[in-house]
């Protein structure tokens, strides 16, 4: 997963920024309008048909109940109408068939994305594609922005179906997905020709997986892939397989062990060769996750993530930093420049660096 640049959550009370997650003060400000949440816990805990979710769901601008479903359309409307004698401009949402969400009424992810489409405007930077995805009845208001593309994934719940059917069944820019999940999203990347829609690990030939954009994150994703299908003998044990891998890194490149013993990064690759299948007919998957980069220089980006290895020992993780350079004249078109890795859960060494001069 890449670690977002900005997130909407809590059913769109709260927008955050970069991986520190700084909150946006402009949209708090504008959230306690015609809010106040004591009066709201104190209206809504006079129903019995209400239990509050745990602590953990509760927030600022968030009342979070639980209701039964036969009961939820009553307890709105009575429940409205008492908050509206206080002088309060409440949203009320039901979804998941059980979930029930008070809200300052300018709040939810459609109005929070509608707000930060309306700052990207004003800044000078539209996003050239926007796509929303929902699978429940709190998702629905993200689809009715009219600029966006969206898709409803094919295990979405009754109340989001029933709001398409409504009010968006004929809109060509949203789609009801045939595969579930993740699955679906990709699928609605193909559907509106938004950008790539296979994965790198659905391609068997590597080298085609490429992007307009050169991407930091996806060229870390496109390194371990290639890793694990070496030790799953997955890709052919000849000499191009191993050439590729040293392509991606620069030719005086240097390993420093946490010894302090420095050996040639290349001499590595080719030590290395003889791990090919060591993992064949076993456990044994890598994947990156919370992947941020930022770019440091005109040529130059910096990547952290976590990797994960999961064998039949277990599964463990690595914090790991990147320094990738472009570098026109290699066959990647870019070149690691250091490499950085703390290992955890019972990796063996406390501190690797790799450093490619």
Same mark, same amino acid.
């Given at each position: 997963?890449?670690?977002?640049?900005?997130?909407?959550?809590?059913?769109?009370?709260?927008?955050?920024?970069?991986?520190?997650? =700084?909150?946006?003060?402009?949209?708090?400000?504008?959230?306690?309008?015609?809010?106040?949440? $004591?009066?709201?816990?104190?209206?809504?805990?006079?129903?019995?048909?209400?239990?509050?979710?745990?602590?953990?769901?509760?927030?600022? @601008?968030?009342?979070?109940?639980?209701?039964?479903?036969?009961?939820?359309?009553?307890?709105?409307?009575?429940?409205?109408?008492?908050?509206?004698?206080?002088?309060?401009?409440?949203?009320?949402?039901?979804?998941?068939?059980?979930?029930?969400?008070?809200?300052?009424?300018?709040?939810?992810?459609?109005?929070?994305?509608?707000?930060?489409?309306?700052?990207?405007?004003?800044?000078?930077?539209?996003?050239?594609?926007?796509?929303?995805?929902?699978?429940?009845? $709190?998702?629905?208001?993200?689809?009715?922005?009219?600029?966006?593309?969206?898709?409803?994934?094919?295990?979405?719940? +009754?109340?989001?179906?029933?709001? @398409?059917?409504? $009010?968006?069944?004929?809109?060509?820019?949203?789609?009801?997905?045939?595969?579930?999940?993740?699955?679906? *999203?990709?699928?609605?990347?193909?559907?509106?020709?938004?950008?790539?829609?296979?994965?790198?690990?659905?391609?068997?030939?590597?080298?085609?997986?490429?992007?307009?954009?050169?991407?930091?994150?996806?060229?870390?994703?496109?390194?371990?892939?290639?890793?694990?299908?070496?030790?799953?003998? +997955? =890709?052919?044990?000849?000499?191009?397989?191993?050439?590729?891998?040293?392509? *991606?890194? @620069?030719?005086?490149?240097?390993?420093? @062990?946490?010894?302090?013993?420095?050996?040639?990064?290349?001499?590595? *690759?080719?030590?290395?060769?003889?791990?090919?299948?060591?993992?064949?007919?076993?456990?044994?998957?890598?994947?990156?996750?919370?992947?941020?980069?930022?770019?440091?220089?005109?040529?130059?980006?910096? =990547?952290?993530?976590?990797?994960?290895?999961?064998?039949?020992?277990?599964?463990?993780?690595?914090?790991?930093?990147?320094?990738? $350079?472009?570098?026109?004249?290699?066959?990647?078109?870019?070149?690691? =420049?250091?490499?950085?890795?703390?290992?955890?859960?019972?990796?063996?060494?406390?501190?690797?660096?790799?450093?490619?001069?």
């Amino acid at each position: 997963m890449l670690t977002p640049d900005i997130t909407i959550m809590s059913v769109g009370t709260e927008i955050t920024y970069g991986e520190s997650m =700084v909150p946006d003060d402009g949209w708090e400000h504008y959230l306690n309008q015609k809010w106040d949440r $004591n009066i709201v816990v104190e209206e809504a805990s006079k129903y019995p048909q209400l239990s509050f979710q745990s602590s953990t769901e509760q927030r600022a @601008h968030k009342v979070s109940f639980y209701v039964q479903k036969g009961q939820a359309e009553e307890v709105m409307k009575s429940l409205s109408e008492r908050l509206v004698k206080h002088g309060l401009d409440v949203k009320i949402i039901y979804s998941g068939g059980m979930d029930l969400d008070l809200l300052p009424q300018g709040a939810g992810k459609g109005q929070a994305l509608a707000y930060l489409l309306r700052k990207f405007k004003s800044d000078g930077k539209p996003p050239i594609n926007t796509l929303v995805c929902g699978d429940s009845g $709190n998702d629905a208001e993200l689809f009715s922005i009219p600029e966006v593309h969206g898709v409803m994934v094919s295990n979405a719940q +009754e109340e989001l179906l029933q709001w @398409h059917a409504q $009010n968006a069944k004929n809109n060509p820019k949203i789609i009801h997905a045939t595969e579930r999940c993740a699955a679906g *999203i990709i699928q609605a990347i193909g559907h509106f020709n938004l950008g790539p829609n296979t994965s790198p690990r659905d391609t068997a030939d590597l080298s085609s997986c490429k992007v307009d954009i050169f991407s930091p994150g996806h060229e870390v994703v496109v390194f371990y892939i290639l890793y694990e299908r070496w030790r799953r003998a +997955e =890709v052919g044990n000849d000499e191009l397989t191993i050439q590729n891998m040293k392509n *991606i890194c @620069h030719p005086s490149g240097i390993l420093v @062990h946490p010894s302090g013993v420095e050996c040639s990064l290349h001499e590595c *690759i080719d030590a290395f060769a003889p791990c090919y299948g060591d993992k064949q007919g076993k456990q044994f998957r890598v994947w990156v996750d919370r992947v941020s980069s930022s770019q440091i220089g005109s040529d130059a980006w910096l =990547v952290k993530f976590d990797k994960w290895e999961l064998s039949d020992e277990g599964r463990q993780c690595c914090l790991t930093t990147v320094l990738l $350079n472009l570098k026109p004249d290699t066959p990647q078109g870019f070149a690691l =420049v250091h490499f950085h890795q703390t290992w955890l859960d019972g990796y063996a060494g406390s501190d690797q660096r790799l450093w490619i001069f």
